[in-house]
């Protein structure tokens, strides 16, 4: 005990490792009909199997929507040439990050 009788400050405790992966992604939009409907259903669903948080823009300055929302993905309007830019996080943020990115770069042919 110091001479005020309380007891003397202990260092706090190192903060906690984050066991939360992170994960970013700059894609090109090249199939002919943009962030359309039909592509649009298979990049949900496939974001969908990931227990990760996947958010989506279009461009630098687009707002953040969740890629998991059909209609916050369509509602993007994303036309062919734009550029799609991806945040997630999560334990399988990287893999899904990596699935979407083969999905887009494949113009949307879902082969698994």
Known sequence: MSRSGSKPKEAPASPP???VGTAALVVPLRNAVGLHARPAVKLTQLAA???????LRVGEEGDWVDA???VRVMGLKARTGTVLQLRAVGADAAEALGNIEKLVLGDFEQTS
Do not use: C, D, V
Request: without cysteine; glycine residues 0%; neutral net charge.
């Open 49 to 55: 199997r990931f227990a990760a948080t996947i958010e």
């Open 68 to 70: 998991k929302s059909i």
């Open 17 to 19: 490792e984050n066991p």
